[in-house]
């Protein structure tokens, strides 16, 4: 597996990554993200490649954080902010939900301002491992829409392989939508 380009360090407890030559950590939302939430989910990329509500309110990322403690409490949807370690402000987010019988699915954004950093890249990579290694998950899906080429490229760098086009596959802002999906398994990270 190629290095990454960036250190990766999950929140305490959690796991840890081996560091190359950036810095990125994953760590728990919480409430000194809103005001950096509010901003970055108003990037139409953003709107136009995730499901977040738009308008984007306080109260939507206050709901996010309430839901991700939730959602890891109930250990089905383990949410995270993408932060640079350096500062340990809020790049982006990335979530992986356990859909049941040994499958997970990753989504993320990072914020226009620190796109082309390798941060999605690497968050995506180390929350898949995790999540073959800590929940025993046998698969980690990605979808990405055929014209999120940046999304995509991402999937490749963190080391997923393409299966195939999701025909119709989800509704995204009133529109039946295909997928081209992306999966790393468990024998990637052994092999
Ligand atoms: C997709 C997204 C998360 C990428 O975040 P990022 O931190 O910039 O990703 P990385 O830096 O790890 O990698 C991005 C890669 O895509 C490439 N890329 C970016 N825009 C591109 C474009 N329009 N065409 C082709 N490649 C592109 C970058 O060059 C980089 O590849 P490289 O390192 O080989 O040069 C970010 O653009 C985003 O938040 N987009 C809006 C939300 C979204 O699409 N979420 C994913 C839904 S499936």
């Known amino acids: 597996m190629p290095a990454l380009g960036v250190d990766v360090v999950l929140s305490p407890g959690i796991e840890r990554a081996v560091p190359t030559d950036g810095v990125v950590t994953l760590r728990i939302p919480e409430e000194r993200d809103v005001d950096s939430l509010v901003s970055a989910c108003s990037d139409a990329d953003i709107i136009r490649f995730t ?5 984007y309110r306080r109260t939507d990322a206050e709901a996010f954080i309430r839901q991700s403690r939730e959602g890891s409490e109930r250990g089905d949807a ?17 979530l992986l939900g356990n859909q049941g019988r040994g499958v997970g699915e990753v989504g993320y954004w990072v914020r ?73 398994i468990a024998a990637d990270i052994r092999g």
């Open 51 to 55: 499901r977040v509500p738009t308008p």
């Open 112 to 184: 226009k301002e620190d796109r082309g950093l390798g941060y999605a890249s690497a968050a995506t990579r180390l929350l898949a491992k995790w999540g073959i290694e800590a929940l025993a998950l046998a698969r980690v899906e990605l979808h990405a829409f055929p014209e999120n080429v940046a999304s995509q490229r991402v999937a490749e760098k963190a080391g997923f392989q393409r299966e195939g086009l999701l025909r119709s596959y989800r509704e995204i802002r009133n529109e039946r939508r295909d997928l081209v999906v992306f999966s790393l």
């Open 78 to 94: 383990f949410a995270f902010v993408i932060a640079a370690a350096v500062t340990d402000d809020l790049a982006g987010t990335i």
